[in-house]
């Protein structure tokens, strides 16, 4: 069993900067394509970013050139730079994890609020 803990959100003027972590505990040898979603209040959850095993990315448009998504594999941990935050990131992000022969699994959220 994997399990997902998230950290690193908060209140933060526009402008500002914020780091999430993400760490995974238990069967995390085949932790493969990790990411972050971000559901906004009202809105459906959707992809910011995510990293492979390998380490390719891809980011949602409304994120690039701002955020950088990273991972360290030998602790089991993604992270997510968030720079130049405005009001439309503020959201719960979520934390995501692909693992091989299980499926998926889902941290709880951090919430992230941006004010201006």
């Known amino acids: 069993q994997v399990q997902l803990e998230e950290s690193g959100g908060g209140l933060v003027q526009a402008g500002g900067s914020l780091r999430l972590s993400c760490a995974a505990s238990g069967s995390t040898d085949s932790l493969m394509t990790m990411a972050w979603y971000r559901q906004a209040p009202g809105k459906q959850r959707d992809l910011v970013a995510l990293i492979t095993r390998g380490g390719g990315t891809n980011y949602s448009d409304s994120v690039k050139g701002r955020f950088t998504i990273s991972r360290d594999n030998a602790k089991n941990t993604v992270y997510l730079q968030m720079n130049n935050l405005n009001s439309q990131d503020t959201a719960i992000y979520y934390c995501?994890?692909?693992?091989?022969?299980?499926?998926?699994?889902w941290g709880q959220g951090t919430q992230v609020s941006v004010f201006s």
């Open positions: 995501y994890a692909a693992i091989l022969r299980v499926g998926v699994r």
